[in-house]
């Protein structure tokens, strides 16, 4: 199982290589919570993306006080022991129980199986995987500062037997939470998978949600809902995407019973 999906990380790996309308602002609205109320532990963060200081945002500008911590990043450093690995392998993930994957780089094949066999034993995780990134703005393609602007998770989306697509679609409001995804992708059921992931996939093909052996992951096919322009709007989607992460985490941390 691990040869398996090591060699299709290295097989999909050497073939890889703005929000709508402005909203106005309800009035008295409430910065909502992005995460849910659960035990302080120690959580993995990895992302391309600038959450730590912010875009743009270098040693100097932190030395001099300039920095902008993504509200993701900040409420996990304030209520749990975070991590911020630079290889996710089996040090990293010792003595983890949740992995928040924000549009990560590519994985070395030795740092996907790690990743499968912390979810199969058990662990947890969220992945926002974007297929047409647009944040942070202001940064071009081919600027080495940017983030990874399609995601390259495919090899572990592949062997838990999903497909990421890029349905060209503006943006988009999930039902009646308001929660508003910036050129998201879409999930599809692979075919001939070599793992044994079993992931049902909602009905916008959006977000997928799938049990690997003890562990349970949630895949959402969008990193575009947590740019800070959208999470700070106090209007609808501010509110109301900061609500859909904690919700997802906290489905995802709950003890199941039975």
């Given at each position: 199982m691990?040869?398996?999906?090591?060699?299709?990380a290295?097989?999909l790996?050497?073939?890889a290589?703005?929000p709508a309308?402005?909203?106005?602002?309800?009035?008295?609205?409430?910065?909502?919570?992005?995460?849910?109320?659960m035990?302080?532990q120690?959580?993995?963060?990895?992302?391309s993306?600038?959450?730590?200081y912010?875009?743009g945002?270098d040693?100097?500008?932190?030395i001099a006080?300039?920095?902008e911590?993504?509200?993701?990043?900040?409420a996990?450093?304030?209520?749990?022991?975070?991590?911020?690995?630079?290889?996710?392998d089996?040090?990293a993930?010792?003595?983890v129980?949740?992995?928040?994957?924000v549009?990560?780089r590519?994985?070395a094949?030795?740092e996907?199986?790690a990743l499968?066999?912390?979810?199969r034993?058990?662990?947890?995780?969220?992945l926002?995987?974007?297929?047409?990134?647009?944040?942070?703005?202001g940064?071009?393609?081919?600027d080495?500062r940017?983030?990874?602007?399609?995601s390259l998770?495919?090899p572990?989306?592949a062997?838990?037997?999903?497909?990421?697509?890029?349905?060209?679609?503006?943006?988009?409001?999930l039902?009646?939470s308001?929660?508003l995804l910036?050129?998201?992708?879409?999930?599809?059921?692979?075919?001939?998978?070599?793992?044994?992931?079993?992931?049902?996939?909602d009905?916008?093909?959006?977000?997928a949600?799938?049990?690997?052996?003890?562990?349970r992951?949630?895949i959402v096919?969008?990193a575009?809902?947590l740019?800070?322009e959208?999470?700070e709007?106090?209007?609808q989607?501010?509110?109301?995407n900061r609500?859909?992460?904690?919700?997802?985490?906290?489905?995802?941390?709950?003890?199941e019973?039975?």
């Open positions: 691990r040869a398996g999906l090591a060699l299709v290295a097989s790996a050497a073939a290589c703005a309308a402005s909203e106005q602002p309800e009035q008295g609205a409430a910065v909502a919570a992005i995460l849910p109320d035990p302080r120690k959580v993995v963060l990895m992302s993306l600038p959450l730590v912010g875009a945002v040693m100097a500008g932190v006080g300039q920095a911590p993504h509200p993701l990043h900040e996990l450093a304030a209520a749990h022991d975070l991590i911020l690995p630079d290889a996710l089996a040090a993930l010792e003595g129980r949740l992995v928040i994957l549009q990560p590519a994985f094949p030795a996907l199986v499968d066999d912390h979810v034993s058990g662990g947890r995780l969220l926002f995987a974007d297929p047409q990134l647009d944040w942070p703005h940064i071009g393609l081919a080495p940017g983030p990874l602007r399609s998770i495919s572990l989306l062997y838990w037997g999903l497909e990421l697509q890029n349905p060209g679609i503006e943006s988009v409001r039902g009646k308001g929660v910036v050129h998201p992708g879409q999930f599809a059921v692979l075919q001939g998978k070599s793992g044994d992931g079993l992931c049902r996939i009905s916008v093909a959006a977000v949600r799938c049990r690997v052996g003890q562990g992951a949630v096919a969008d575009d809902l740019d800070p959208i999470l709007n106090p209007a989607s501010g509110p109301a609500r859909f992460v904690r919700d997802l985490l906290s489905e995802l941390t709950q003890e019973s039975g």
